[in-house]
């Protein structure tokens, strides 16, 4: 599996109903693409509690190949001819469980760097024990670590039925799932 995320910083006066009738058009897409467990597409709205205007999209897929395949396709060509071609920052999977939950309507994440004196293999075990005790509750779809061994950076995103308290959460404007019942099965 690998997990996969661009960020797109909207300015502060542009029409966020534009980005969700792109989602609203495009979503079809994404509920059939071959190689990807699960997209969450995400609006950040100033006007609505965000620090900024901004869109984005969390990828859980099965593997590199299917990430590659699709940076390599025409639907990821429209994103870069409509917003510049984004960074994309990639994770190796510590641990993916999920959870009880049918769908998801906020991502919460949790970031940190891991220190050099910390043993990979504990913190891989750590994570799991966590991860399973995340998906566990209730409302939890699911939660994604991983590892960004370039910056070795930890994050945790997790796709909730409601808002995380005391965390910040960014709405879900699109969550497709292609191959989610594939990975719960694992």
Same mark, same amino acid.
């Given at each position: 599996m690998l997990i996969a995320r661009y960020r797109h910083r909207l300015p502060a006066d542009y029409d966020m109903n534009r980005i969700r009738a792109r989602v609203a058009e495009r979503a079809p897409a994404w509920d059939v693409m071959p190689g990807l467990v699960l997209k969450a %597409?995400?609006? $950040? =709205?100033?006007?609505?509690?965000?620090?900024?205007?901004?869109y984005s999209?969390?990828?859980?897929w099965q593997d590199a190949s299917a990430a590659a395949a699709f940076l390599?396709?025409?639907?990821?060509?429209?994103?870069?001819?409509?917003?510049?071609?984004p960074r994309v920052e990639t994770w190796l999977p510590s641990a993916v469980d999920f959870g009880p939950a049918a769908t998801a309507l906020f991502l919460s994440e949790?970031?940190?760097? %891991?220190?050099? $004196? =910390?043993?990979?293999a504990t913190l891989s075990e750590t994570e799991r024990t966590r991860g399973r005790a995340i998906a566990g509750e209730p409302g939890i779809l699911g939660t994604l670590v991983g590892l960004d061994?370039?910056?070795?950076?930890?994050?945790?995103?997790?796709?909730r039925s409601e808002p995380a308290a005391g965390t910040p959460a960014v709405a879900i404007a699109h969550l497709a799932r292609p191959g989610l019942a594939?990975?719960?099965g694992r």
């Open positions: %597409v995400t609006i $950040e =709205e100033r006007g609505r509690g965000g620090a900024t205007n901004a999209s969390l990828y859980l390599a396709a025409p639907a990821f060509r429209a994103v870069a001819d409509s917003f510049g071609r949790e970031s940190r760097l %891991v220190a050099l $004196e =910390e043993d990979l061994p370039e910056g070795w950076r930890l994050t945790r995103f997790t796709l594939a990975a719960r």
